[in-house]
């Protein structure tokens, strides 16, 4: 009886400690259908903990993607991008504008580089990104450490990849727009853990 009920205890620790996946994986779900993405926290800690803190703290409940950058409407003389991103700023910026910004950790630290299907945050100078992020659309070598697409060479940071459902970001990246703004916005009807 002992030994049985011993047993039945390892079982249960073993199977309470092992989960899904080595990394944790977040699902982006939209009227497009759903993106899996498999986030680093071995590699870019920072960035991981504080997205993952505002999924937690329900900040994407009125999320959506709104911007698109796409090859041929980009200026012939600037380095080319092509992605979409997301976030709060069109749907809640006073908030977003309140969240403080993440100390910035490159693609030359962390070795994520800026691949089709990378998913990276957006910001302005180092240390201002915070909820908005993109996901790139063919490899984007101009946003890692040195690239041509930030002025100050620092690049962008990126913290994990699309491992499901990247026919529906090309979906996205194919919707209808104006200057570059989703028309209509795409909503983005929960970020959440898998």
Known sequence: ?????????????IACNTSKYKNPH??????????????????APGTVAAFLSYIDSGYFKKATFYRV????????NAPKAELIQGGIWQTNYKLAATIPGIVHETTQQTKILHKDGTIS?????????NTEFFICVGDQPGFDYGGANNPDGQGYA????VVKGMAV?????????TNGTFDPLIYIHKIKRL
Do not use: N
């Open 26 to 43: 977040i699902e982006i779900e939209t009227s497009f259908g759903d993106i899996e993405v498999e986030l680093y926290p071995e590699q």
């Open 1 to 13: 009886m002992y030994k049985k009920l011993l047993f039945s205890c390892i079982v249960l620790l």
């Open 169 to 177: 970001v090309r979906s996205i990246y194919d919707a209808p727009e």
């Open 121 to 129: 945050l957006a910001r302005s100078a180092p240390g201002t990104a």
């Open 69 to 76: 950058l796409r090859d041929d409407e980009q200026p012939s």
């Open 158 to 161: 990126a913290f994990g990849k």
